[in-house]
């Protein structure tokens, strides 16, 4: 069973950063498409971020472009979230997630398809 637990949320000033982390277990981890999503209090979840099987591509939502960056590491089946600049806009649970099929990277943007979810961390940045 594909299990993902994120790590790494916590409470930040505005204008701090955090780098949150997903360990991933029980699958093929290499072989999967991995993101980020995001939940703020009494709103929808939204996309944050993309990165392919290799890590060759990456792909972003608006508002993280320049200030969040993802990558991966297969030998540690890890996927990382480094959030620089943070807003109090930013606050929100944030969810890993994996997908087998390799769709394209705009295709997370819709949050449809993804096959493995974590269970959240949360970020809380004061002003």
């Known amino acids: 069973q594909v299990q993902l637990v994120e790590s790494g949320g916590g409470l930040v000033q505005a204008g701090g950063s955090l780098r949150l982390s997903c360990a991933t277990s029980?699958?093929?981890?290499?072989?999967?498409?991995m993101g980020w999503f995001r939940q703020a209090p009494g709103k929808e979840r939204e996309f944050v971020a993309a990165?392919?099987?290799?890590?060759?591509?990456?792909y972003y939502e608006d508002s993280a472009k320049g200030r969040f960056t993802i990558s991966r590491d297969n030998a540690k089946n890890t996927v990382y979230l480094q959030m620089n600049s943070l807003k109090p806009e930013d606050t929100a649970v944030y969810y890993c997630?994996?997908?087998?099929?390799?769709?394209?990277?705009?295709?997370?943007?819709?949050?449809?398809?993804?096959?493995?979810w974590g269970k959240g961390t949360l970020v809380t940045v004061s002003s």
């Open positions: 990165i392919s099987w290799s890590g060759g591509n990456t």
């Open positions: 997630a994996a997908e087998r099929d390799n769709s394209p990277l705009q295709a997370w943007r819709a949050g449809d398809g993804m096959d493995y």
């Open positions: 029980g699958g093929t981890f290499s072989s999967y498409t």
